[in-house]
């Protein structure tokens, strides 16, 4: 098993930054991608970003691309995601999530991910 813990969430006005961690623990060995989705309120959950834990190898999605970033440090076995240029529009429950080696399906699938963090609210004021 993979237990996932996410921080960092927060208020912030349109323009300013964040930036989430994501700490992983147990049989970290077996994960060989890691990811951010998130759920506003009334929409389904979507993906933000991924990163390969071995050649942190980075894939994000179009409506973030530019602004976020992610990062991993193997060392720590924790994850970022450095939110900048915020807007109203990013403001979610983002959470992280583990793909083991064996996983299936698209990086941009929630189905491919089996470990989650319990997320952290992401609030951004205009």
């Known amino acids: 098993q993979v237990q996932l813990v996410d921080s960092g969430g927060g208020l912030v006005q349109a323009g300013g930054s964040l930036r989430l961690s994501c700490a992983a623990s147990?049989?970290?060995?077996?994960?060989?991608?890691m990811g951010w989705f998130r759920q506003a309120p009334g929409k389904e959950r979507e993906f933000v970003a991924s990163?390969?834990?071995?050649?942190?190898?980075?894939y994000y999605a179009d409506s973030v691309k530019g602004r976020f970033t992610i990062s991993r440090d193997n060392a720590k076995n924790t994850v970022y995601l450095q939110m900048n240029s915020l807007k109203p529009a990013d403001t979610a429950v983002y959470y992280c999530?583990?793909?083991?080696?064996?996983?299936?399906?698209?990086?941009?699938?929630?189905?491919?991910?089996?470990?989650w963090g319990q997320g952290t609210q992401v609030a951004v004021s205009s």
């Open positions: 999530a583990a793909a083991p080696s064996f996983a299936l399906g698209p990086l941009t699938s929630a189905s491919r991910y089996s470990y």
């Open positions: 990163i390969t834990w071995n050649d942190a190898n980075p």
């Open positions: 147990g049989r970290t060995v077996n994960i060989i991608t």
